[in-house]
């Protein structure tokens, strides 16, 4: 089972830029945190980031039939990319939408998302926690995990 | 470490109310699931129902200097308890939103939280799965995970 | 068959406040007379008022199962209560909406109720006469009436 | 005591249109099923439909100083017919706006008539049972019903 | 030299309906009081009043080539009739709007007329006496009046 | 196979109003054309123009089962009538909506069509091609036309 | 009887500023022509013109007692003054607003006026004959002509 | 003379919530500066608190017939109860709204209070001191000073 | 200690303008009743009037090393003057906002101020009161009096 | 005479992507038809895809002065890229805007096409047979085709 | 040449008002700065300030047909001030707007500026180099400067 | 000290796209102006254009820590790029916008840049003078120059 990690525009600097709002850790930690808590989930990941929405586009489309579901932080494109929200829409497995920072609790316009109608669920303000429990909350959808064991 | 866990209007109604929107798991089948998962994580969780948003409210202040953190979901008093935010936001601690449908993929009017702005992170969309991981979520926060260990 | 009459914040002071609005008849009178009424249709009503939206909500709630339909004037509550609106939604019988007065001619904020789209109908605008008029109506459509018997 | 009738553009089709929505009764037959409603409550009704904007207001004036009361459904013209709102303003008699579907439940834009300030009440959602609620109702005005007899 | 003097939906009524607002004078006294005011200023009036939309553009179109100007209150088409627009917009002639009652001190509604933007110039508020002055005011355009004789 | 084109307010004006914007052909050439056109396409087409909304409506009933589709130029209603959208809703046959000039790019209140929603599709700002194109491409739909044979 | 004729801000130009929009009399020419058509109506103007709003509304508070009527063009401020509506709001007298060019066919934020609530009527688009036009129509209010003497 | 105070939710938290907003004095203590301050003013008050919006409304109501005046801080309430706002408008005293900070100065939405256009006058922004200021005021006004004794 | 009392414009027809709204006390003698309450007071007050923007802002500025503090009622300036806005914000003292009128029961676009985010507070709808009690509330902040003595 | 046609982001997912909205045909099953067609016509067409709004501007920028036209599927980039707007307007040839689904009858905000006003036609709703109809409408526009022979 | 150079409301207080935003430079150093620029460039500048918007009308007026150019900072005037776009629409010269702070990041209401669209050019945010700025860049416009000699 | 020059899509067509707008300069003869400014001024310039979004990311991205400054032209990506306003924002130096024409006195939706708030200063309207002036303005800032030499 292999699941997506998408970052869009400015990602790659995490660390570097306000880490007041987004934290010290890098990208790069970040993905090796997931590789390694996928280990444990028994599943893997495929990390990408670009600053490119086009990028980002092809790559969801190029992994569309192999993964079984994905995590989408889509930075800057939040707030304005219909066609990110159309390819979420069109891939066949869930997709998490993830930001570090609370996103409600800042800006006026970054509090609308164009992407989140189209994902199946957030998890957002957690810092670079988000990731890891957006994983976790992927995994546990896709396993169908029932609060009571019959 | 003790967690809140309150949940307002309507929410006792789980598994009854809408099932294809909101699941068929029950208020107290969740419940009983985030006990198992705090003794897991080493905590103890405390859990509460009301249709009153005052109860709310009293609930969480009663318990403002005793807890570590908590979970809110607000039902129907998300999209208008000023009260209920002013609350959250004299807490000492953080306090995670958790909303088991996507809200926003549903009415326009259910897109827009005032109580988000006031909480430290959000977890929406995952059914009754988002008080799981919004608690693992919550307690990783609270004890500083780092994604790389020093 | 079991009609349920609930009534909002401030209408206990009905034939008291503004009665060139809302007239000069108490809740009480009116109660009364839906109990005249219920028995010419050959039906019951339990009647019920409380300034407390989570009173309203507790009211619905337990009659859920033994109820056939409902009449609701929500009071202040018509333009905020989301909790009050999924309530109402996740009832297995039809709600009636009722206003005394016509709320679309007095200030612009009481023309818009949150609560109208969860409910089956309105009637409003005609004084006391709505709950009269909603409770012919609304067992009408309980019966299932045709315009012309086959 | 002469009641009016008037219903606006397609309302002719009922019965042949969107029968989820406006159900499988006929113009035709909710007019008699109101001359007989009329006969029992000992009053009369004249009946009327018009695609013509122009032909109800027409109507309506023609029939200004003979009948006590309208009933009105104005069909699409509900939504921008300023010249509807000012002819039922200038009626020396109540008129009652008349809707089958709960127009609150439907498209965003359905939701405003601009005919409701100037009607004395409404009656929405009960389908075809709108037109004879709505009768019922209107005649209770009109005799001033008290909710105790003195 | 022919001037045209168009009134729309309800304003037969005049007179009769709310007389604190339009007056006591009615339409024909105006047109007649018009006629006399048009042999003052040597030329012509051709009046005409519709309930109907369309037959207030085909009575334009009509006189399109013959007319030198043209009066035109719209009654309640003024706030939404983008057909009547187009027409006077077509028209070769200028088209003076005029409403009986100052309409920006009304409901909100009433203060947004699609008309105007069409129209060469208003006069507004002045009661009966607007149409009075409005032909004036056109002659005096059409005569191409300057302030100093040179 | 019958194809409606129904033409709404002050297009009979076309070749004398604003020529920069609608052009020079005048409807009777359009009209012309169009049955020109529809002999080559192997079907016929019925046209009518009305400076009344209720006579379009009318028309669009009356041929309610025997058209096979239908070209709907609203002219002016194009912004309000929402009665039109109802007519067009209650039609068994797709409506293509046609504009001659590019409505997007005139006045800002231009741009929205409350007609829209209910036609199949739109042709809009090829001038008097605008017909001629819509004709074609509603045949091609009424066909069911593949890209690829099969 | 005297008439106080009150211009705003840049009316100082006329004839200098855009005189496509605003024409080639000056206000000089205007103001003589008013005099003489005061004289042939049997009152007097005092003119005033500053770029000072609060020099408008002390020469309008100024002349409180002692006049019988305003125009009043109040240029640029017309869309924010609500000063000088107070002002005339408190006047004694009826105010008539005064437009040169048809500020409903310009820009959109020229199109609401602040003003207009507080006058009587208002006299919109004649160019220079706007103030002429406007005298007559105040003339004949004060006067209290009605359209068919009795 | 007695005179109602009632504070609304999360206000017993004074003292403890936010400091540098809302200052260090507790609600306690503000209600015995304020029976202090009635002592000196020949008058009495009654103090209120409550987190549930129904038991200010329940206060309110059963202080309707004994008190000469009232004191409402509504807190969160402030912006969205209109039944609030229902219950002030239905008291037979005036009611004067209070707010410590300078909510004109905070949040977007703090900004719009549901509850002012119901009560008679507002004091807002000087922290504890607008509970006494507005004791002051709303004395003076039972007692129907005049700025010059006559 | 010295306090400002400046006043905006139409103020000084107090006692004459709208008397059922603004009282029938005079500018004059509400300045002489603040005197006298200076003096008991212990301080002193320099009363101000202009319908002048700029002469209101020269006055604060002028006086703005020397005073203590200041009320403020910005008349008609209130909904629109940033520039009064920005020179409240920058006196280095604090300045009440005055109204005598309940501004939020009045027309819509008097409910919003643009000089309150600048203003330390505000007292709004005692009639005269309010520079009374705005003056005793001032004093109170400047004493920086507490609840309680310690 | 060569017409180019672009396709924008997630268009080569057609026949993959929602089939209930956008069909089965593939984009190169289009553009073969589309080759087709252009030999039919005596034309010949240029197709090009991509999901990079960058690629999209560039291909229309390096065929500037050799295309006679285009169509244009802005996919979810029609919603906000001012930059395609710019592109489209700088082009020397007319450009058509294709949609496959009525995107008038979707969710709200794909209504809103930025791209139209810049260009010179629009074909929307015939699922793949827009871009046919839009080609032959192009062709027919570019030969400057009028109604009658003269 | 000479440009002129007029500064509005609260900019006399430069230096003394938030320095953190509007720096340290007091208005006359700007003044005495832009002088010795204008000796350079070749040019003279006549400096203005006031707090009057009517003398910021005034003093552009006075000096319409003598001088080159102006640069215009309109303090809190710019977001209000219908009357001072007009001034600046009908100078015979460019006018360039300049303004000290960022103010499109700052308050909402900040960024919209009513004098915009009648300048030439803005220059905004460098401090007291705005000044500076505005006028080089304006020289170099009136020299009609090409980026290359030809 | 090396000056980042960005210009955004469409840039490239300058001098080809709407000269009436744009002017006739060509981006490089702009280019080559600023490379001999920037020795005039001692420093150097590096000049990039994209119409990819993400290619103006990436060479500021990789320009951070070498550059002293930028000037950025987004062009179309002005109005929707938030992704460029994050990267604008984690720059450690000052960005200044640029723009050629006034933007302010275009098209509604051409007023408000997302980028804005993110730069330190902005120059609008002055045709490829705009990026001459902003180049001086850049280095004066970060010169730190004060209007009068201590």
Same mark, same amino acid.
């Given at each position: 089972?292999?699941?997506? =990690?998408?970052?869009?525009?400015?990602?790659? &600097?995490?660390?570097?830029?306000? *880490?007041?709002?987004?934290?010290?850790?890098?990208?790069?930690?970040?993905? @090796? %945190?997931?590789?390694?808590?996928?280990?444990?989930?028994?599943?893997?990941?495929?990390?990408? @980031?670009?600053?490119?929405?086009?990028? &980002?586009?092809?790559?969801?489309?190029?992994?569309?039939?192999?993964?079984?579901?994905? &995590?989408?932080?889509?930075?800057?494109?939040?707030?304005?990319?219909?066609?990110?929200?159309?390819?979420?829409?069109?891939? *066949?497995? *869930? =997709?998490?939408?993830?930001?570090?920072?609370?996103?409600?609790? %800042?800006?006026?316009?970054?509090?609308?998302?164009?992407?989140?109608?189209?994902?199946?669920?957030?998890?957002?303000?957690?810092?670079?926690?988000?990731?890891?429990?957006?994983?976790?909350?992927?995994?546990?959808?896709?396993?169908?995990?029932? *609060? =009571?064991?019959?």
């Amino acid at each position: 089972m292999n699941i997506l =990690v998408a970052s869009g525009p400015n990602l790659n &600097l995490l660390g570097l830029r306000e *880490p007041s709002i987004y934290g010290t850790a890098t990208l790069e930690q970040i993905h @090796q %945190r997931l590789h390694e808590e996928a280990d444990v989930l028994g599943c893997t990941v495929t990390c990408f @980031q670009s600053n490119h929405e086009g990028a &980002l586009i092809d790559f969801l489309q190029e992994n569309r039939t192999s993964a079984a579901g994905a &995590l989408l932080n889509p930075g800057g494109l939040t707030h304005s990319s219909v066609s990110l929200h159309d390819t979420v829409k069109s891939m *066949p497995f *869930p =997709v998490i939408e993830v930001h570090l920072s609370n996103i409600y609790a %800042r800006e006026e316009w970054r509090r609308h998302s164009v992407i989140s109608p189209a994902t199946r669920a957030q998890v957002v303000g957690f810092g670079w926690v988000s990731y890891l429990t957006a994983l976790r909350g992927l995994v546990a959808l896709l396993r169908n995990e029932e *609060p =009571v064991s019959s």
